[in-house]
């Protein structure tokens, strides 16, 4: 039997703004279809581990990161 690894983690939906245009809700909704789904013992559920400042340096300015990592952002 495959075994199909996902990613999820509650962060997803509760750390999104009420009023975000985003659809809040839908990876919610995806793991409980998921869930209900016949081919659910075939899906392994993993919690993503905290990205590392090194790897966010990859893609984003020093200064910022920090700036993210200490919580000194404005909205």
Known sequence: MNSFNLLYHPL???GIHDE???????????L???EQ????NQ?????PEPISRD????????TYVDAFLEEKLDE
């Open 37 to 40: 789904s016949e081919q659910f």
């Open 12 to 14: 997803y939906t509760d």
């Open 55 to 62: 790897s966010l340096l990859l893609a984003h300015d020093p």
């Open 43 to 47: 899906i392994t559920i993993q919690t």
């Open 32 to 34: 409980q279809r998921l």
């Open 20 to 30: 975000a245009r985003f659809p809040k809700y839908r990876y919610q909704k995806l």
